[in-house]
């Protein structure tokens, strides 16, 4: 997500403090918030999918999603 993304989220977000939200920058808010969540919920499962576990005994455990 590039920095006017970024920028205009916090943009939105100080206006929603001072004022009510057009029905359009509402809708603009929360489709950028989603993306920003799914950016990272990415990074997140990409960092655990190579993080491992090292045990006292120095073997090494891949990190499992649980169900």
């Known amino acids: 997500m590039d920095q006017k993304k970024i920028d ?4 939105l977000a ?3 403090k001072m004022r ?5 920058e509402k809708a ?3 489709e950028l918030r ?3 969540r799914r950016l990272v919920v990415g990074n997140l499962s ?3 999918s190579n ?8 073997s090494r ?7």
């Open 20 to 24: 009510e939200l057009t029905a359009k």
């Open 51 to 58: 993080t491992v576990i090292v045990r006292p005994d120095g």
């Open 14 to 16: 100080r206006a929603s």
């Open 8 to 11: 205009r989220i916090n943009e």
């Open 28 to 30: 603009e808010q929360t």
């Open 34 to 36: 989603n993306e920003y």
């Open 46 to 48: 990409g960092q655990l």
């Open 61 to 67: 455990t891949p990190v499992v999603r649980k169900k």
